[in-house]
């Protein structure tokens, strides 16, 4: 089954204990991103990776880290994580170029930090 | 989850009614539209897409409507059913096919349907 996989889903984590939400796809996607989700500010992209080796800065960056050393996963990597980062947290792949733009997310990270 | 539809405007419809969802975008460059479905506690769906060169697309039971003049984007959903209840973003896409693919998400709209 094409899935992308998050774990964990949920996770609550003290101030400035660093943690790593993995990610993962099996679709052969070159294209995976991650996203946050905020009530009343919708999808901001954080980062993004064109294919293996490749990452750049979306829109949020601050605070996280990724790396993408395999082109299944891309991780996404909270050195020290603060309450502002408390969110739901989606990592999205796709073909780099094709007919349609479709991502697929997954099924989200639900982090707390206290 | 549940707290993606606070703070969203929020469109009621009947079961068996159609329903129409309005989106306005920002950037008169974009050349490429996506509709996204939400469900409760899980990620983003792909619906329905559009290029800037169509003002119409139908799926199944889904049209998109493209205004470009007045950037405004809406879905339309026909014979509404319980199971279209979630939240629907609409996205942009500003570097279609380009280096970035970027998308920039609208903050969505909560579709509930009552039986």
């Known amino acids: 089954e094409a899935q992308v996989t998050q774990n964990p889903r949920y996770l609550i984590t003290v101030t400035g204990k660093k943690l790593t939400v993995t990610c993962s796809q099996n679709?052969?996607?070159?294209?995976m991103s991650w996203y946050r989700q905020d009530p009343g500010l919708g999808l901001r992209q954080i980062y993004y990776?064109?294919?293996?080796?490749?990452?750049d800065k979306g829109d949020v960056p601050e605070g996280y880290k990724v790396s993408r050393k395999e082109k299944r996963n891309f991780p996404l990597i909270l050195e020290s994580p603060s309450p502002n980062q408390t969110s739901l947290y989606f990592c999205a792949s796709s073909f780099r170029r094709q007919n349609t733009g479709e991502l697929f997310f997954g099924e989200g990270s639900r982090l707390t930090v206290l | 989850g549940e707290s993606v539809g606070l703070h969203l405007p929020t469109l009621s419809v009947q079961e068996g009614d159609n329903s129409i969802i309005n989106c306005a975008y920002s950037?008169?460059?974009?050349?490429?539209f996506i509709w996204y479905k939400q469900e409760s506690g899980k990620g983003p769906q792909f619906i329905i897409d559009i290029r800037s060169n169509m003002d119409k697309r139908q799926g199944q039971r889904v049209t998109v409507l493209l205004n470009k003049t007045v950037k405004h984007l809406s879905l339309q959903i026909a014979a509404t059913q319980p199971g279209d209840s979630a939240v629907y973003f609409c996205?942009?896409?500003?570097?279609?096919?380009?280096?970035?693919?970027?998308?920039?998400f609208g903050t969505g709209t909560l579709l509930a349907v009552q039986p």
């Open positions: 679709m052969n996607h070159e294209y």
């Open positions: 950037n008169s460059a974009s050349d490429y």
């Open positions: 990776s064109m294919n293996v080796e490749v990452t």
């Open positions: 996205a942009e896409n500003w570097d279609y096919g380009g280096a970035t693919n970027k998308l920039i």
